[in-house]
């Protein structure tokens, strides 16, 4: 089997990694990982010789001793445990890893044996049934769930300390060069958020908008642009989903959409521009609660907006908001009617997003397909508005490894709604319910009769997009039906084994009920 030989340095000591050709990418970052001793949380960042930040996949280059790449290890930021410090010190280790692992462990059990063994339902029993919101591991048998101890610890804002010190990096980095690598990289679907930082995440950011040739185009300032993304930065929460990556993740999808539908040659750099910023500005200050829950709580933002998509009036509200600000006006040497053009078109991207409107959309953008016209002012409005709904909810069109823990981010933010819904005495969303939803099933209605009939119409338009994100996300139905059909199984067996055990009980107390009743006799007699 050919194989492949990567010299590098951590921390000064020499190592090397050999791996075959068609190594999994998950397995290749594993091997650095254990080479550089990190934790699983740990973020690892690879330079080439010219210092550039290289992606740690199957393709890296080969390379020789005597041009070694670096390796350096980001340790995670302690407080973003979704634990307390002093549970975890106390207990000596860490269990949002151990809760990783089981997960990953049950998971691989449920799928390749198509059960679970006794032993394992000894064990969840016994020990880990405090892990029930990760889906996997959820008490099957009847009862209510007390509200998950799981959430964020952190403020729903960031500190002061907190916006400065990712600042400060920021603009330390932002002069360094991207290697071609990375730039070819962040045009693709496959690109991995999880191994960057958020000071790295706006320096990509950056280069969408160079690449794209922003800069030049709209006489954008590079401190003033730098300025806007900061801002950006500030205003996304410290809550589980709708935060600053998922942000990055949306106008990344949006960057690699443009680049694939060679979408330059189509559409002109003022409806680009309104694309990518209506993605990074799309959930600016979301708390983590959607429309319904704002309109049924009868909140601030519900009463602002007449119950007409709080959130996305809202969103669209702080992004001008930091638009207003000179410093940050990345629009501020444009003429008043190319202004005019952007906010409007921003302002129906964001609005977009709203899903209480996606049959509406999608219809729209069915009915006009057979006769797209792209220099047609209102076919464009409305292919503008299916990206970025394709790009919000695009997770599932990822790899895997990228996919499933925003699935487990999105569902613990989706817990949090219902048990704060239970304890107001509100309506309870139904697909956020902790009680009847399951990871999988979560996903597989979803992917069925909402991302695929959206992508399969998009790719109508593109046909080459058929390969890049409607075959991962046919992958991914087939994944969570195959998991959804093994906790089914496990239900069953569940069921069982419980009526097996109470069964026995009742054997055995009548064999004792019909001893006592044989004493007594004997006594009588």
Known sequence: MATKIIYFTVNGRPEQ??????????????????????????????????????????????????????????????????????????????????????????KKILIEAGETPAVVYEMKKQSVEHLSWLGLFKDLSEGTHKPSPFYHKRSLHKTRKECEHVREKFLQMSSLEVSDEVRQYLKTPTFDNWQWEDAEIMVLLQVM?????????FNIEPE???????????????????NFKHCFCVTQMMYGLIWLTDLRSRMDSVDLLIMLT??????????????????????ELALR????????????????????????????????????RIREGIIKCILATDMTRHNEILNKFKSILPAFDF?????????????????????????????????????QEFYNQSDVEKLEGLPVTPFMDRDKVTKPSSQTGFIRFVLLPLFIELANLFPCLEQHIIDPVRKALDYYTEMEKALEREKQNWAQSENTAKSKETAVGAQSTAGSHTDAGLEAS
């Open 17 to 106: 990694a050999e791996f075959p050709l068609d190594c999994p990418a998950q397995d290749v970052k594993d091997l650095f990982r254990s080479a550089a001793e990190a934790g699983p949380h740990d973020i690892l960042k690879l330079y080439n010789p010219k210092g550039n930040i290289i992606n740690i996949s199957p393709s890296l280059e080969p390379n020789s001793p005597n041009s070694c790449y670096k390796l350096e290890v980001v340790a995670a930021a302690c407080n973003s445990e979704p634990l307390g410090a002093e549970l975890a010190g106390a207990l000596g280790f860490d269990l949002s890893s151990m809760e990783k692992r089981l997960q990953g462990l049950e």
């Open 224 to 242: 003033v642009l730098q300025q806007f993304l900061f801002e950006v930065y500030r205003r996304y929460n410290n809550i589980p989903f709708h």
């Open 375 to 411: 220099t047609n002012k209102d076919h464009r409005d409305v292919l503008m508005m299916i990206l970025i709904k394709v790009s919000d909810i695009s997770n599932e069109a990822r790899p895997m490894e990228v996919a499933e823990p925003w699935l487990d981010c999105l569902l």
């Open 209 to 217: 908008y160079t690449d794209l040739d922003f800069i030049a185009t």
């Open 278 to 299: 209506s993605a990074v500005c799309h959930d600016l200050d979301h708390t983590g609660y959607n429309n319904a829950y704002q309109i049924n709580a009868r909140t």
């Open 305 to 340: 907006y007449n119950d007409i998509s709080p959130l996305e009036n809202h969103h669209c509200a702080v992004a001008f908001e930091i638009l207003e600000k000179t410093d940050s006006n990345i629009f501020r040497n444009l003429s008043m009617d190319q202004y005019k």
